[in-house]
């Protein structure tokens, strides 16, 4: 197995494709931090902006603030379930479509995201992802926060009064947590893959992929467009289908979104740290 990485030279015919797809959440699948969102909502969107920007550029370790921000904000259950409609909201236009044509060739797709479980799981289920191949933080709630004994509930009877009282602690809420995620999923699945993120979280765990393809469409982070092999620069997904599939054609249902991912590689929407790399996924694409 050949690791894509900025100092791994690529031949021509190392591009292959790619059986596993994993994608980031936030500020990939969709346009909003969903921390900065619950900031917002809490008044509080200034503060926790700035450590989101600072552990996402990786000024600082994502562990030194991923706690910190939760207990500034204090969240109630109900705001974090409102994520789940803002991500659905918010989603990339073509996310939906590329999930299911990578499920359509036989890609298995998993979402990989520092978010908060149960706005991250039902977005994830919304774009088509079974349950078990979503994976974000869980978080525990204060029963007794707010008017408990009253029957403010949710359809699934919790009381969306609740705080928040801890998260997980496992290993999203690290920086380089992500990659033993990946590890994990991939110990029974044989084949490539490939990891779609924006963050330095996503960077990290590129050496647990095949391919590392750096996600700049909704925002732009310095050192992941330097670092990564291969930097998606445009707010659109497609690019992601001929990455991972790499050959010729597709079936006639997803071919303009397929075309449409060519078109941007072919104009200069993706970018390459070694060149020999977009010369050999092009080659796959013309001759398979």
Known sequence: MTLLSPTTPIATTDWAPCDLVFFDCDSTLCTIEGIDELARWSGREAEVAALTDRAMNGEVPLEAIYGQRLELLNPTRELIQRLSQLYQHTALPDARAVIAALQHAGREVFIVSGGLAEGVREFGLWLGLPEDHICAVEVEYDQLSGQWWEPWKNPAGHNRAERYLAHDGGPLTLGQGKADIIR???????GRALL???GISDLAAAEAVDVFAGFGG???RGRVREAA???IRCAELAPVLPLALARPTVSPEWQTLFARGIALIRDGAVSFSDPRAQAGLLEALEHG
């Open 184 to 190: 994990r999923l991939r110990r029974d699945r044989p």
């Open 196 to 198: 779609v993120g924006d």
């Open 229 to 231: 092999p291969v930097f």
């Open 218 to 220: 909704v925002v732009s």
